[in-house]
């Protein structure tokens, strides 16, 4: 009995680990510590600014772009040592960019998760954040907003203003295939008013991970919280009926 709930453990820790097709998801691998004159997200490794600059900030950087203090506001990591940043201006809009560790298959289903908390020492409110993918990488100097439809909107109501805490954004997509690279950042709907003000995103914790072999299809957004775990089910399908045999 121990030898196979050994296994089992292995299996699910194999399962549940290992997935996310984001690298350093966390903003924890950085190339060098950011400081007051140069904060970017060229201090990291992998990920890159798709325009303007985005910003870095780490517990062990000073105050200026520190955690849980700095010149935006105060706000502890999701998760480790360090976040992520992106100005969001009337003329101006910060998109960060990674590319995925594999391209997506087409007709397969993933599961796309990140945090976000808005800086609270501006006035502006950041309406909606889009996921863009792309085949290829691109560094773009034209510093407005993207036009193109993104993969998923996610809607942040100013009755819910991601202010101190962290908010958990989270949704399903059905890949067209080949997408390597993803975007992050506003999105402007073309039906309401152009942003207005200066505000601030915090991000943390950006994952990827596939869906298709979990035979799952979530009805409800509550209902993709669990499907992290939905592979669980999966080892009960196949393997407990060994393990407690």
Request: overall charge neutral; aromatic content about 14%.
């Amino acid at each position: 009995m121990r030898l196979r709930l050994l296994v089992l453990q292995l299996l699910l820790t194999a399962l549940l680990s290992g997935q996310n097709l984001i690298p350093n998801p966390s903003f924890e691998e950085y190339i060098k510590l950011p400081e007051k004159t140069y904060n970017g997200v060229g201090c990291l490794k992998y990920w890159r600014p798709h325009n303007g600059n985005c910003d870095y900030y780490h517990q062990q950087a000073r105050w200026w772009t520190g955690t849980p203090r700095n010149i935006f506001g105060r706000q502890k990591p999701h998760s480790g040592n360090a976040y992520a940043g992106i100005c969001v201006r009337t003329n101006f809009k910060e998109y960060l960019e990674v590319k995925l560790t594999a391209p997506l298959v087409q007709g397969q289903t993933y599961l796309i998760e990140l945090y976000v908390s808005e800086a609270e020492r501006f006035t502006g409110h950041v309406e909606a954040v889009g996921i863009y993918f792309k085949e290829n990488s691109c560094w773009s100097n034209d510093n407005s907003a993207l036009t193109e439809t993104p993969a998923h909107i996610f809607q942040l109501h100013r009755s819910d203003r991601p202010r101190k805490n962290w908010v958990h954004l989270i949704t399903e997509y059905t890949a067209e295939g080949n997408e390597k690279t993803v975007l992050i950042g506003y999105y402007q709907d073309p039906s309401s008013p152009p942003h207005k003000g200066y505000s601030h995103l915090y991000i943390d914790d950006v994952s990827i991970t596939t869906l298709h072999q979990l035979g799952i299809k979530p009805e409800a957004p509550e209902e993709l919280e669990w499907a992290r775990m939905a592979n669980f089910y999966q080892i009960k399908k196949h393997f407990l009926p060994f393990v407690f045999s």
